[in-house]
C-alpha cells in the first residue's frame, strides 16, 4: 500500500483527537485514584499511628536498667522507622498529586503530547495507547484489533 506521509500523520492525529476523554471522564479518572489512593493510604497511616502510640506507651514504662536500655534502643530504631514510614506515605501523596497532574495532561490532548514528543517518546506513546498495534488502510484510516487504551464512549 502507497500512502502519503503527510496523510499518515495527519490521519493519525485526527484518530488521537477522536481519543481524547471528556472532562468528566478525566474527573472521575482523579477521583477513582483519589479514593483508592486515600482509601489504601488512610489504613496505613493508621496502623502506624497506633504503632507509635504504643511505642511511646511502652517507653514510659519502668524496667531495670539493663533491660530499659535494650528497650529503648529497639524503641528509637522502631520509632526512627515507623515515622520514616509516615513521611515516606506523605511525601507518596504529594507524588500522586504530580502523577495526577501529569496524567490529565497526557489524557486530556494525546495528539498535541504526540506532536510535541521525540521519536522515542512517540513510539513509547503509540505502545501505551495501542499496545496491540494499529492497521492502515486507505478507505479506513486507523484501525486496531482491541481498541485503544483510551475511549471517549
Same mark, same amino acid.
Given at each position: 500500500?502507497?500512502?502519503?506521509?503527510?496523510?499518515?500523520?495527519?490521519?493519525?492525529?485526527?484518530?488521537?483527537?477522536?481519543?481524547?476523554?471528556?472532562?468528566?471522564?478525566?474527573d472521575?479518572?482523579?477521583?477513582?485514584?483519589?479514593?483508592?489512593?486515600?482509601?489504601?493510604?488512610?489504613?496505613?497511616?493508621?496502623?502506624?499511628?497506633?504503632?507509635?502510640?504504643?511505642? =511511646?506507651?511502652?517507653?514510659?514504662?519502668?524496667?531495670?536498667? =539493663?533491660?530499659?536500655? +535494650?528497650? =529503648?534502643?529497639?524503641?528509637?530504631?522502631e520509632?526512627?522507622?515507623?515515622?520514616?514510614?509516615?513521611?515516606?506515605?506523605?511525601?507518596?501523596?504529594?507524588?500522586? +498529586?504530580a502523577?495526577? =497532574?501529569?496524567?490529565?495532561?497526557?489524557?486530556?490532548?494525546?495528539?498535541?503530547?504526540?506532536?510535541?514528543?521525540?521519536?522515542?517518546?512517540?513510539?513509547?506513546?503509540?505502545?501505551?495507547?495501542?499496545?496491540?498495534?494499529?492497521?492502515?488502510?486507505?478507505?479506513?484510516?486507523?484501525?486496531?484489533?482491541?481498541?485503544?487504551?483510551?475511549?471517549?464512549?
Amino acid at each position: 500500500m502507497n500512502v502519503r506521509k503527510d496523510r499518515l500523520e495527519r490521519d493519525f492525529l485526527v484518530m488521537l483527537h477522536h481519543l481524547t476523554p471528556t472532562k468528566d471522564f478525566l474527573d472521575l479518572f482523579r477521583d477513582i485514584v483519589l479514593t483508592v489512593w486515600e482509601s489504601e493510604t488512610k489504613d496505613e497511616m493508621a496502623s502506624l499511628q497506633r504503632s507509635l502510640k504504643a511505642l =511511646t506507651a511502652r517507653k514510659n514504662m519502668r524496667i531495670d536498667e =539493663t533491660a530499659y536500655q +535494650e528497650q =529503648t534502643a529497639r524503641m528509637h530504631e522502631e520509632t526512627a522507622d515507623t515515622e520514616n514510614r509516615l513521611q515516606l506515605i506523605s511525601d507518596d501523596d504529594e507524588d500522586i +498529586e504530580a502523577l495526577l =497532574t501529569f496524567s490529565n495532561r497526557i489524557l486530556s490532548d494525546p495528539a498535541s503530547l504526540w506532536t510535541d514528543s521525540t521519536l522515542e517518546n512517540r513510539q513509547r506513546l503509540q505502545e501505551v495507547l495501542f499496545p496491540d498495534g494499529l492497521e492502515y488502510s486507505n478507505e479506513d484510516g486507523f484501525e486496531t484489533h482491541q481498541g485503544p487504551l483510551l475511549s471517549t464512549h
